[in-house]
């Protein structure tokens, strides 16, 4: 295996059940993925799938009552430990280890970036505060590195945003200073979660831009998460399809546009306006998600699927099945 296509992090039946007095609702119900080193891997479904409890569950942000199980095995970067290997599945939640990878080997950017900073300190204060933490006890060397991490984001006037509070700033440059206190840590994983829904379609273009770019340059591996195929189509490298929890079908991107297997990724695929397909009828896909408690047994996509087989298909779990090398379908009827 090459170096840029080692692994960073494996997950494997990775669970986060909530237990609520209504019965145990199974965001994520045993999925197994593997983001490597300097690639992309979306992750795309509707709203609900559980894409966003996934990508807290790798940076042990879901809350304390969820149970969470399977591994998260992180292959150090950085520090004393590079090298070695740690499950962040094992990690007591207030250890100074996971403390030292969020922010720092793994990062996050989200929709709405105001969550990410504080009202009350300036953009510079904050950005020197997490390049403190991470990487320089020295003030002077913080806010050179926090300003060449403003203008690696193409942050209009650097200088003055420094001083300026995160409501003074656009949605787009917002969103920019976010993917900066991100980045300023060099995180060996940026986890991006709809980063760009908020926002209009030519500053999204930016951010999307900008996010490949620091993937090229810095070697960030990055997980994007959006319920869009258009975005993943321009972001990911691989991509895995989920659906009530689970992966459904997982492949790389080439496979997943020209020769999806699922129908439910069929369905997705089938609901992107193209512009070749003008005027041709968009499919959208009938009902919504099942709320996922209590569910029936055998595959999930059963109450949508038009292809589905009565006594086939909702009799007894559907196992993910490597169809083709590296091409993964959780489907029954899969090819036919
Ligand atoms: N803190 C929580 N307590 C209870 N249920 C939760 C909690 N967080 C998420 N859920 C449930 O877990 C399931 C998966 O949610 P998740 O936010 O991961 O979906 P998603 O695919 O990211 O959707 P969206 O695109 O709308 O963000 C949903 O049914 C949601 O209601």
Aim: with cysteine; aromatic share 4%.
């Amino acid at each position: 295996m090459s170096e840029e296509h080692e692994v960073l992090l494996q997950i494997k039946q990775l669970k986060t059940h909530f237990h609520l007095d209504e019965g145990i609702l199974k965001a994520v119900d045993g999925i197994d993925l593997t983001i490597k080193k300097k690639r992309t891997l979306g992750i795309v479904g509707e709203s609900g799938c559980g894409k966003s409890v996934t990508s807290q569950a790798i940076l042990r942000l879901v809350p304390e009552f969820a149970k969470l199980e399977g591994e998260l095995l992180l292959h150090r970067t950085k520090g004393n430990q590079k090298g070695e290997q740690v499950d962040l599945a094992q990690l007591p939640l207030r250890s100074k280890a996971l403390r030292e990878i969020r922010g720092g080997e793994i990062a996050m950017i989200f929709q709405e970036p105001m969550k990410a900073f504080s009202p009350i300190h300036t953009i510079g204060n904050q950005l020197m505060e997490s390049i403190l933490l991470h990487q320089s006890d020295n003030r002077k060397e913080a806010r050179h590195i926090a300003l060449g991490t403003l203008r690696k984001v193409g942050m209009s006037n650097p200088e003055q945003r420094l001083n300026e509070y995160p409501h003074q700033l656009s949605g787009g440059m917002r969103q920019r200073a976010m993917i900066a206190m991100a980045v300023s840590s060099n995180p060996s994983l940026l986890i991006a979660d709809e980063p760009t829904t908020a926002l209009d379609v030519t500053v999204q273009a930016q951010v999307l831009d900008l996010l490949n770019e620091l993937k090229e340059t810095v070697g960030t591996s990055i997980v994007f998460i959006t319920h869009d195929l258009g975005v993943i189509a321009e972001m990911s490298d691989e991509v895995a399809v989920m659906y009530l929890g689970k992966v459904v079908e997982y492949t790389d991107v080439d496979t997943l546009f020209h020769g999806a297997q699922h129908p439910y990724t069929e369905a997705l695929l089938g609901s992107i306006p193209s512009i070749s397909r003008s005027g041709a009828r968009l499919d959208t896909i009938e009902g919504t998600v099942p709320f996922p408690m209590n569910l029936p047994s055998g595959c999930g996509f059963y109450s949508r699927c038009k292809k589905a087989v009565d006594g086939v298909c909702n009799v007894a779990d559907i196992p993910l099945v490597e169809v083709s090398e590296g091409h993964y379908v959780r489907c029954l009827l899969a090819g036919q």
